[in-house]
């Protein structure tokens, strides 16, 4: 092996670690959670709210893949998008359940003021099985304007031997007022 590349590999390892040390997927390249870095500072203006609606997102933390059990864990995604072009879309609530109706975490502490044709994701790794098969989002959502129309899904992705597989499910709305 050249001087050159072994420099190289030396250089690199660090580096390669470090980003392996992080708990938080959701952290951004400035190492920011960039849920946190939309939190709003202030209240919302509760006289100005039209539209609130409560989804439902269903999330698979692992399915089973053969007729023994065999269980696969699975990385899913969490993905908010705002369609409006000229409205921001207020989300109050992301909570995380598990399989059994426990709640296993919030994500957020205070209401995120999402900006017209943004997205936000968030990760729930492969190793995290908390949730288990039947494990769900509860996310809240608000907006100024009634005809707001948010898309909220969530990406699931896993692997079993050399085959990879991935599928989506839709939020489904507990209440639209």
């Given amino acids: 092996m050249s001087n050159k590349l072994s420099l190289a590999i030396i250089l690199l390892i660090p580096f390669y670690l470090s980003s392996c040390l992080n708990d938080n997927p959701n952290i951004n390249d400035q190492g920011e959670d960039e849920l946190k870095t939309l939190e709003m500072s202030t209240p919302i203006n509760r006289n100005e709210i039209v539209f609130t609606d409560t989804m439902y997102v269903p999330i698979y933390s692992d399915i089973y893949i053969d007729a023994t059990n065999l269980k696969s864990l699975l990385a899913a995604t969490l993905s908010i998008r705002n369609t409006s072009f000229t409205d921001s879309l207020f989300i109050s609530l992301i909570d995380y359940y598990n399989t059994n109706g426990d709640l296993v975490r919030k994500y957020i502490d205070r209401p995120i003021s999402l900006p017209p044709m943004a ?59």
């Fill in 119 to 177: 997205s936000i994701n968030y990760v729930v790794e492969r190793e995290d099985d908390t949730g288990g098969s039947g494990a769900n989002f509860i996310v809240a959502l608000e907006a100024k304007n009634k005809n707001i129309k948010p898309i909220i899904q969530a990406i699931m992705i896993g692997q079993n031997g050399n085959k990879g597989f991935s599928f989506t499910s839709e939020a489904y709305s507990l209440k639209n007022n």
